[in-house]
């Protein structure tokens, strides 16, 4: 399949993804009391908080594969070793934490979650880092596959389920499909690596210094990136009622579709950048950056037009008051999804995932500030606010880090050409093809 062709159908899938988790959180926030689909989307949200501390240690493998493809049985036998056990731990420590504490349900379902993330994420790494992108968009749109089907069918035989049940149902139906997707992607990746080389556990000091030192300091960028996404949100947490945060959960969650989307491009961009010399893979960055600030444009204009009609499927009366924040969330991820795709220059290029860490820390401590003004004055709307200025600021700090050090001209990271276009053009002559075709 060609690469153009393989973007699209990428593209395809990660639109299917996005329609498919928000069509799950649709129907939760519709299925469960509205204070209650706020404690669903906490829960959720920590368990992926996990998954960003360990994906640090995961980019390590995704990283070294491509460099160093004769040492694969080794790299993969080592990231065998520390992430299941990793993940057992993890475990065991959940399984303490509800004997003893008996904490909420939205922690102990987070915990026991979190260890399934890790192992989604390594193996999803492992494929990207062999170029095995049809079968990472398959992977990738898995859980909410199976989340969607199970709900569905769980609500048609309790629709009228007491109120205190209908989040702990919820919980085990997505416990039970990270499990599936788990299990799936995981054989997937193995098949892929050869099951007779990359099935053992195995210690390697070789690796060991590598995971530490790569792998430490891309979890640190991960997860001041994660603290960086969720800012806003947590800052209105600690002042505002649990349906206020539910119905604002709303509007990043739709607002954040676009983000899912346009991680296309950087999942295409990934391998080519890491194994690819140090000025290709400038080349590479600054032409997908501008295609991520072409799509990504073009992605909001349809979710902006489409939101009115997407909070209706949540329920107007419960959630019409996200569409403002909403509104004001898209512009800035927008550039947030540009922002992104320039953050993989350091990480797998130049090999520097601290630069990541620094601007991290930089933009979180603008949110903060931000918020810490606008939030007392204006609620969702100054979280929301807060969120754009310091993703704006996101991207300028990487344009301008991208030229100190690459020394390259940084415009070309921004500034659009006509050949930019060119790809959308072949698309819509095609469809234009097959429509008149079929008329």
């Known amino acids: 399949m060609s690469e153009r062709k393989l973007t699209l159908y990428s593209f395809v899938y990660r639109g299917a993804s996005s329609a498919l988790t928000f069509l799950n959180s649709a129907i939760a926030a519709r299925y469960l009391p509205t204070a209650s689909r706020g404690e669903f989307q906490l829960s959720t949200t920590i368990a992926t908080l996990g998954q960003s501390f360990s994906g640090g240690y995961t980019n390590y493998f995704s990283y070294a594969l491509p460099r160093r493809p004769d040492d694969k049985a080794r790299i993969v036998q080592m990231g065998n070793l520390v992430m299941y056990a990793f993940s057992v731990l993890v475990w065991i420590a959940a399984a303490l934490v509800a004997w003893l504490c008996h904490p909420s349900l939205t922690v102990t379902f987070a915990l026991f979650g979190m260890p399934l993330t890790f192992l989604f994420g390594y193996s999803s790494k492992l494929l990207n880092s062999l170029g095995e992108i049809s079968w990472l968009n398959r992977a990738n749109i898995a859980q909410a596959v199976v989340f969607l089907v199970c709900y569905l069918v769980f609500i048609g035989f309790q629709p009228h389920l007491k109120d205190s049940l209908r989040l702990l149902w919820t919980f085990r139906i997505w416990l039970l499909s990270w499990i599936v997707c788990v299990v799936m992607t995981l054989f997937v990746a193995y098949r892929a690596l050869g099951f007779r080389d990359v099935l053992k556990w195995r210690w390697s000091s ?212 006509r050949e930019d276009f060119a790809p959308y053009r072949d698309i819509a002559r095609a469809l234009r093809r097959r429509v008149l075709r079929r008329a």
């Open 206 to 417: 070789v690796e060991w210094r590598g995971l530490y030192s790569y792998g430490t300091a891309s979890s640190l960028a991960i997860v001041t990136g994660y603290v960086n996404y969720r800012t806003d949100f947590w800052m209105l947490l600690t002042t505002h009622s649990a349906t206020i945060i539910s119905i604002y959960g709303v509007a990043v969650a739709a607002a954040e579709i676009l983000n899912t989307l346009t991680q296309t491009i950087s999942t295409m961009v990934f391998h080519r950048v890491t194994a690819a010399t140090t000025d290709d893979a400038g080349a590479i960055t600054e032409r997908a950056a501008r295609q991520t600030l072409i799509t990504s444009t073009l992605g909001a204009i349809v979710l902006a037009v489409g939101m009115p009609v997407l909070v209706a499927i949540y329920s107007w009366s419960k959630y019409g008051h996200a569409i403002g924040p909403f509104y004001v969330l898209l512009p800035g991820l927008v550039l947030k999804a540009t922002a992104n795709v320039i953050s993989q220059y350091f990480t797998n290029a130049q090999g520097k995932p601290l630069t990541l860490m620094w601007v991290n820390l930089c933009v979180i401590g603008a949110n903060a500030l931000i918020c810490l003004g606008l939030i007392p004055l204006l609620g969702m709307y100054g979280a929301s606010i807060a969120s754009t200025i310091s993703y704006i600021f996101e991207l300028a700090l990487y344009v301008s880090w991208y030229h100190r050090t690459a020394k390259r001209d940084s415009r070309a990271l921004w500034q659009l050409r």
